[in-house]
């Protein structure tokens, strides 16, 4: 079955982030001169955050569906064939 193409992706913004991982960075506030958090001892003006690990989350979910990919993509190119078929009797 090669030659068909199918694209997966996540519709969350920070989904890259948790994939890819990120590096150690800093974080500021946007919108307010602190940031403050519930368990925060007290505003801050900036945090340094250590980064994340990726997480490749996409490639295992395709990984475990991939049983279901292959039989969508057959019944799906059984019914390219039968429209080809019905079409070139018609000619």
């Known amino acids: 079955m090669s030659g068909l193409t199918l694209r997966w ?4 913004s920070y989904a890259p982030y948790v994939e890819f991982g990120t590096r150690p960075h800093d974080i500021f506030p946007t919108d307010k001169k602190a940031l403050y958090w519930p368990g925060a001892a007290h505003p801050v003006k900036s945090v340094h955050h250590p980064g ?3 997480n490749d989350f996409m490639g295992r979910i395709v990984e475990a569906a ?6 969508q993509f057959g019944a799906a190119l059984q019914q ?3 429209a ?3 079409q070139s009797k018609g000619v």
């Open 9 to 12: 992706f996540p519709t969350a």
């Open 52 to 54: 994340t690990k990726p």
């Open 66 to 71: 991939q049983g279901d990919i292959n039989v």
């Open 80 to 82: 390219i064939v039968a």
């Open 84 to 86: 080809i078929a019905d």
